[in-house]
């Protein structure tokens, strides 16, 4: 899954395996730039997103695995960020507060190398979590970043069942090398999926499914992610959203 993935903020099966003909769009179709502004419109009304201070309680379900509990606060204006989680009996927490890191292992903050290791208790997994949080539940409203290259050309298809507008995005080098689709629904503008590649040619990457909604605040969050391999249609697990809350509620 993609919680493995680098750092930085990035960030179909192939078009022809997983979706329809596309439709082409008449001339009275908003533009790219406008359905991404109707889909912000819907998730954050207010774009209260890069001002956002709560808590997240994620549970990642794996086949073959157990699942793991991640317990999230982010404070964006005050650069803070902590992640506790909790997965066969054993949690770690790795924070960062404006840029000072700080690790624990079964709630000590002394532990060895070889816990750091086999943990992967690093300042750089830290950096590596927050922004993976704060990227893919942060979208759509992410995807006004510096760094993001918005595609003019939309298109409508059939994704999984949905028909969908999609927008493609991709990263200047500094930012992100992946390809990425977006999906939404073209009436509410709603984030329905989403998309990566590494290498488009090869199919790899992965998408994820989204299902269902939970608010903080104004601010709507799919609550569920199915993860998905693009070559394979291989299902790699679940991200369920239980709990989203403001730190002022």
Sequence with gaps: MISEWVAKPLLLLAFTQLLSPATPLSAQTPTAAEILERSIDYHDPERLWGRFKGTLTVVAEYPERQPRVSTIAM?????TFRIIMVQDGVEKALSLQQGVCSL???????FSAAIAEKERLTCERAQMWRDYYSYLYGLPMKLQDPGTILSPVV???????KRALVLEVRYDPETGSDLWYFYLDPET????????????AANDGEYILLEGEIQAGT????QNRSWFTNREGRFLGKD??????????
């Design 75 to 79: 404070d964006q204006p005050g650069d």
């Design 104 to 110: 624990s292992f079964q709630g000590s903050e002394t």
């Design 155 to 161: 298109q409508e298809v059939d994704f999984h069942g």
């Design 189 to 200: 503008y709603a984030l329905q999926a989403y998309q990566f590649y590494h290498d488009k």
């Design 219 to 222: 601010i709507r969050i799919p």
């Design 240 to 249: 369920l959203l239980r709990k989203a809350t403001l730190m002022d509620e």
